[in-house]
């Protein structure tokens, strides 16, 4: 199939108000030409495509020529910040491709064994000057400046492949520049195996019946808005790389490399995913209410534009990095400090096993305001553990849940620090925290693992222990279906069955898989044989207290029943 959607992406709506938009449908020999000067700003994310997104362009175009000569083929759309006069071409959507097509250009100059169509190659990759012109010689496509000197040295200039694929993945400096080896070479396998016509039939098609529709514009913000509604293969920028886009383009030249440097630093401390999902808190703790809309749209209106243009580099200071870092102590458990660090991060492990993550904007506020604060922090995280873990156990969910935080924030911001006072439970709120852990524990099997492996913390005394065993799973010891005959009929009655066999009482963690079973054996058996790992002890406390009881009977489960709820209403403070 075709990498695009050919005339329909040319379909732009009037409502855009785009400046001075210009779109068309521009054979590929006019796009690698004197007529554009591409360039990759540096707030784009770096090259990407893999081999699977580079052999697939290849098979595109292949089966095409097959089809026939005369057909042309569209290769989507790219969308360029440039003004009508001028060749200089910002790119802002199609930066994969183009790569990507110059890389197949200079597998094809390497291979041919024609000089004059090397010469006709060489000229699509770099533009080879003109003093009648006044055109200085320069590649075609210039990368961002951490690959641009690597891509022009091994794939632009001509004759130097061979010398890329003799060096090891492992060597190269960046993701992007190991991408462009890996696919060059993946290019040149496919394509050395085909003789001199077969490569020539595909040159003639990528250069007289292959088009791209250019779209230009010479407004960044009504780029961004065309490509959004593009139909093409390349890779579409997320909201956090268009925030980007008006951040630096809004502060001066001589500092957007620092600050592009800065941005670009902080995405690759915590991923591109983990990166866009900052922005979401991030807007949280600005609005201080659930978001209703895209955030695309939000994030400027509720907190962007009030640095946009003049405070550009503040909101990269003040915002974007010491946020960026917050969230990575937060997510990789590594809050340091001369005192008290293991505290911080133990409770980071600890909401982390919630099964939300509404509770991070609150925590990020924490980090970033009170850093140096190890006390201060842990007395913090206490009350949004327990806050949290209360709203979990009543099953509360998004909305209000949302709402609670938000309450918080405001009344961060309000200066009520430790004292905020919708982080303190009703009476209520406790009676139905109470009441949730007195019932059927099991069957809230979104909150089951969190608040037995909070209770094992508790039983264990050992505050902040880690639990990294690769498998847990929730068991229980009366079985819900025992065999007939059973000593477990004999000791329960239906009735007991049904009020004991899903409550805290009975249930147990174990951290390997066993066989189904045995999860019936008689109470002696299912000690020796099942809640014990290798070396016959349980790895949990939870675990290790049914070990010692002699017998599993509802006075037994009556007992601990009580024993369990004392220990998390010490732990949660819902006296």
């Known amino acids: 199939m075709p990498l695009g959607g050919g005339n329909d992406a040319l379909l732009i709506r009037d409502d855009t108000k785009v400046k001075q938009l210009e779109a068309h449908e521009v054979p590929l020999r006019k796009v690698f030409c004197s007529d554009y000067d591409f360039r990759i700003p540096e707030y784009q994310r770096p090259y990407s495509w893999g081999t699977e997104q580079a052999c697939q362009l290849l098979e595109d175009l292949t089966e095409a020529l097959d089809r026939g000569p005369d057909e042309p083929y569209f290769l989507g759309s790219v969308v360029l910040v440039k003004s009508s006069d001028e060749t200089s071409a910002d790119v802002i959507d199609g930066q994969q491709r183009l790569t990507t097509l110059t890389i197949l250009l200079a597998v094809l100059r390497d291979l041919t064994t024609d000089s004059g169509l090397a010469r006709e190659l060489e000229v699509m990759l770099q533009e080879p000057g003109s003093k009648v012109q006044g055109l200085a010689s320069k590649p075609r496509l210039t990368l961002r400046d951490r690959d641009t000197e690597f891509f022009t040295q091994h794939v632009q200039n001509p004759g130097q492949l061979q010398a890329l694929f003799a060096r090891k993945p492992e060597t190269l400096a960046t993701d992007a520049q190991r991408s462009i080896h890996a696919n060059a070479k993946a290019l040149w396998e496919l394509l050395h195996s085909r003789d001199e016509n077969a490569r020539l039939g595909l040159v003639q098609l990528l250069g007289q019946k292959t088009f791209l529709v250019i779209v230009t514009t010479p407004d960044l913000n009504s780029a961004h808005r065309i490509f959004s509604v593009m139909n093409a293969r ?130 990020l506020w924490a980090l970033r305001h009170h850093s140096d604060e190890p006390a201060w922090l842990d007395a913090f995280l206490k009350q949004l553990e327990r806050l949290a873990a209360s709203m979990l156990v009543r099953h509360v969910y998004n909305t209000p849940r949302v ?128 809640f014990t790992g290798k070396r016959g002890v349980a790895t949990f406390a939870l675990t290790s207290q049914v070990l010692s009881e002699p017998e599993w009977t509802p006075t037994t489960m009556q007992d601990r029943q009580k024993t369990l709820l004392g220990a998390l209403r010490d732990e949660w403070d819902l006296a």
Do not use: C
């Open 234 to 363: 390349g890779l579409d920028l997320s909201p956090a790389d268009i925030f980007k886009s008006q951040v630096v383009g809004a502060i001066p030249e001589v500092l957007s490399k620092v600050y592009a440097d800065k941005w670009e630093d902080a995405e690759a401390t915590l991923g591109h995913d983990d990166f866009g999902d900052l922005f979401l808190h991030i807007r949280m703790i600005f609005s201080k209410e659930r978001g209703k809309r895209e955030l695309l749209k939000e994030f400027p209106e509720q907190v962007l534009n009030a640095y946009l243009p003049d405070r550009a580099t503040e909101f990269v200071d003040d915002i974007v990095v010491p946020y960026a870092n917050a969230y990575a102590q937060m997510r990789d458990h590594s809050y340091t400090a001369a005192h008290g660090a293991d505290l911080i991060n133990a409770w980071f492990r600890r909401l982390d096993k919630i099964e939300n993550n509404d509770w991070r904007p609150v925590a």
């Open 403 to 530: 709402r609670r935080y938000a309450e918080i924030l405001r009344e961060l911001d309000a200066g009520a620090g430790l004292n905020a006072p919708s982080f303190d439970l009703t009476s209520r709120e406790i009676e139905e925290t109470l009441q949730g852990l007195e019932g059927d524990i099991y069957l809230y099997t979104k909150g089951r693992r969190y608040i037995l492996l909070r209770l094992d913390e508790a039983l264990a005394k050992s505050p902040g222990v880690r639990y990294e065993h690769r498998l847990i799973t929730v068991e229980h010891v009366l079985p819900q279906n025992p065999s007939p005959g059973s000593q477990w009929l004999n000791d329960f009655t239906n009735k007991e069955r049904q009020e004991w066999t899903h409550r805290l009482a009975n249930l147990v963690l174990l951290n390997q898989a066993k066989n189904s079973e045995a999860q019936n054996f008689d109470f002696e058996k299912k000690k020796s044989k099942y």
